[in-house]
């Protein structure tokens, strides 16, 4: 299998690393202490409601560690420039859509780092391949579930 690059800008690359550091720091101990405390309790495993629930928690803690391992073991961060020709990973870009008159802004960023309701939307999604490479004054046609959208790009920063 080969390693995609994960893109992050500076910012998402700090975050990321402070997760890590919280699940393995706190989170991981946390619930190891509570598998302890369980199984000091005594009976039945099967039984032991406690005992399962700090499993169930402990097999996501682990998930996420491995998770955000890889992402940062394959990042590739984008330092942020003065100034964008064009949509680029790190960008930020006003766009107005077709039929309305309220610009939008959106941070293009990679995947791992995308939260729509941050304005950061991946560089993968339908928006973030439609911006990408495009220059102010453009106008660019989104596919989406409900038909095609057509933003034009007011603004990168």
Do not use: W
Not at 86 to 92: D, E, P, R, S, T
Not at 121 to 128: A, F, H, K, M, R
């Amino acid at each position: 299998m080969v390693d995609q690059p994960q893109y992050l800008t500076p910012e998402g690359l700090e975050t990321l690393e402070k997760q890590l550091k919280e699940l393995k720091e706190f989170r991981r101990p946390q619930v190891l202490d509570r598998l302890h405390r369980s199984l000091q309790e005594g009976g039945e495993l099967s039984e032991n409601a406690e005992y399962e629930d700090a499993k169930i928690e402990q097999a996501y803690i682990e998930g996420q560690i491995v998770r955000l391992e890889t992402i940062l073991r394959q990042a590739e961060v984008i330092e942020p420039t003065d100034h964008y020709d064009k949509v680029m990973i790190g960008a930020h870009v006003t766009v107005v859509e077709k039929g309305y008159d309220d610009p939008e802004q959106y941070q293009i960023v990679g995947s791992a780092e995308a939260n729509p309701r941050e304005g950061k939307i991946s560089v993968e999604s339908p928006i973030g391949k439609a911006l990408l490479g495009a220059k102010v004054g453009a106008k660019v046609k989104v596919a989406t579930p409900d038909g095609e959208t057509v933003f034009k790009i007011k603004s990168i920063d």
